[in-house]
């Protein structure tokens, strides 16, 4: 049987995305927020269509304007949907043990990287054993998606269009990752795909390397990033593949806990 939708059905989808899409945005750009000409202007809305999608969003506590301010930010509600989401299972509980085998196999430090919208978290970090450490990503920093070895992994494994969203979000932050431009980050995601783990360096912290392999679940669904990255001087073409050997032996020690999630 064929199912026809109907102009009422087709405008409520319409609707439906774009308010999650509006929703995106604000993840995306993080604790500064954006105004509702912000919005406006990437989104493409009219203004009054974005007023009322705003204020939908703020009754349902999905955004929120502190006081004295114009710029909207992720609501209260937010953080439950969040905290139930994660009793479903701790990812970094998961993924300690495997941290820790390979900051200890290469002596640098270790991350979890996750994707939120435009932008990666670092959700945990193993701090290696050389005297020189590579500690400028904290737990809880946030990177435009592909700025990093753990994002720049993630990002490679979209589809098409929504790798070319993600990058024409971010395209005025990359301007402050040192030379790296929409060009050159879509030739990286070529030179991902094709070795299957992510290399990326000096962007975003001059003289450093990163090195970067994606999660999946049983399902095949991505979950996030493992990372490992160092000075230049012991990243040389040898130590990077030894470092993506270490990252995919940790994460298939791994696989049983990562296919229940």
Do not use: W
């Not at 945005?25 to 406006?40: D, I, M, N, P, W």
């Not at 710029?71 to 495997?98: H, I, K, N, S, W």
């Amino acid at each position: 049987m064929i199912e026809i939708m109907n102009n009422t059905d087709s405008r409520g989808t319409q609707s439906i995305d774009r308010t999650i899409g509006v929703l995106k945005q604000v993840v995306a750009h993080g604790a500064h927020g954006l105004t509702v000409a912000e919005l406006v202007a990437l989104s493409g809305l009219e203004r009054p269509t974005m007023h009322r999608i705003v204020q939908a969003l703020e009754r349902q506590g999905l955004l929120k304007r502190p006081t004295g301010s114009k710029r909207y930010v992720l609501g209260d509600y937010c953080r439950q949907m969040a905290a139930a989401f994660a009793d479903r299972a701790d990812l970094r509980t998961v993924c300690e043990p495997a941290l820790k085998g390979i900051a200890d196999e290469t002596g640098n430090s270790a991350f979890l990287i996750a994707r939120i919208g435009y932008e990666t978290i670092c959700l945990a970090r193993v701090v290696g054993s050389y005297p020189v450490q590579v500690l400028t990503v904290n737990v809880g920093s946030r990177n435009p998606l592909g700025a990093g070895a753990g994002g720049l992994a993630i990002l490679s494994t979209l589809p098409l269009a929504e790798q070319n969203e993600c990058i024409r979000a971010n395209a005025k932050r990359l301007r402050s990752y040192g030379s790296l431009t929409e060009s050159t980050l879509r030739t990286l995601i070529r030179e991902t795909q094709r070795r299957e783990y992510a290399i990326i360096g000096h962007y975003n912290v001059p003289g450093v390397i990163g090195i970067g392999m994606v999660m999946r679940n049983a399902a095949g669904s991505v979950m996030g990033a493992i990372t490992t990255s160092s000075i230049d001087s012991r990243m040389t073409r040898d130590d990077q593949q030894a470092a993506a050997i270490s990252i995919a032996k940790h994460i298939a020690s791994i696989q049983s806990s990562l296919d229940i999630l």
